[in-house]
């Protein structure tokens, strides 16, 4: 009985080591913040990494996600649900609210200039029951464009402007879809699999 308690408390260290690492490990010079946003009547918790640094390239990305409950229902896929998510984090207000260092659109090269990247491949950690995503690789797989946010003095607000078309980085190796893989059973991962973005792949 002992050693079984034993191994039950190694397995739950293990699974929340895990769990520390994938919401910790964003790449060198960014700043992980987590917020909780809503599509429909479901909540989720967003991992974002960014940098915001007027010297250096700078970006925003969704590290991880997940909807909480998992069965909450808003009758949205996987993919929607993660374009939906993209959508709310580039708005001009939420990117404002993060790094605070816009200029007037009409000088030029005015503004915040940052790149929104959107993963390709992820997996699904189930965490207590609750079902996460998480990047498969955090450098080599993603879909990017360049923005610039500015204060627009007709309109009185901030906006976004794209200054570079989406284009894929790097070369993804997930070939499976995510509506072809089935959340994993608790203190699991899954397979990796590719989730939907304005790049056309595969």
Not at 48 to 53: N, V, W
Not at 88 to 114: I, K, R, T
Not at 125 to 141: A, T
Request: charged share 15%; glycine share 6%.
């Amino acid at each position: 009985m002992k050693r079984f308690a034993f191994l039950i408390v190694v397995a739950v260290v293990a699974m929340f080591n895990s769990f520390q690492a994938k919401a910790t490990d964003c790449p060198p010079g960014a700043t992980l913040v987590t917020r909780t946003l809503n599509i429909g009547i479901c909540t989720y918790h967003v991992e974002i990494c960014y940098k915001c640094d007027p010297a250096a390239p700078n970006y925003i990305k969704i590290f991880g996600w997940a909807k909480v409950p998992s069965d909450c229902d808003n009758g949205l896929n996987s993919n929607q649900e993660y374009e939906a998510l993209c959508q709310q984090v580039y708005q001009a207000s939420f990117v404002n609210a993060l790094c605070e260092m816009p200029g007037p659109c009409d000088e030029y090269p005015g503004g915040f200039h940052w790149t929104f990247a959107e993963q390709i491949c992820w997996f699904k950690m189930n965490i207590d029951g609750v079902i996460w995503y998480f990047h498969c690789n955090l450098e080599d797989d993603y879909c990017y464009a360049g923005f610039r946010l500015c204060w627009d003095p007709v309109k009185g607000v901030f906006v976004t402007l794209q200054t570079s078309p989406y284009e894929i980085s790097g070369n993804p190796t997930c070939t499976t879809s995510v509506l072809s893989v089935p959340d994993p059973l608790p203190g699991n991962s899954s397979e990796c699999f590719y989730l939907q973005t304005p790049c056309i792949f595969p």
